[in-house]
């Protein structure tokens, strides 16, 4: 049986699981996000997420993870 704190643990593993394996593979995967080891260029990029995420402030990790759980919540409680 599905409950909310399973759903909670569910969505938290998600979310590690996106910043640590998926962030820093976005640059090789999406041609708009530029890598750590690329140079000025003529087309407009993203600068690289960093370690989880952190290039893109110091609140993405924390809030990520958050939205992660929470959806994860959500669906426990949808399902139980």
Do not use: C
């Not at 599905?2 to 041609?31: E, K, Q, R, S």
């Not at 924390?62 to 959500?74: D, I, R, S």
């Amino acid at each position: 049986m599905v409950n909310w704190w399973v759903g909670a643990i569910t969505g938290f593993v998600h979310g590690m699981l996106l910043l640590t394996a998926f962030f820093p593979l976005l640059p090789y995967l999406h041609p708009r996000v530029a890598s750590q080891y690329d140079g000025p260029d003529v087309v407009k990029r993203l600068e690289p997420p960093g370690f989880l995420g952190l290039h893109y402030g110091y609140r993405t990790p924390a809030v990520a993870l958050l939205a992660q759980t929470l959806y994860g919540v959500m669906l426990g409680i949808g399902f139980s």
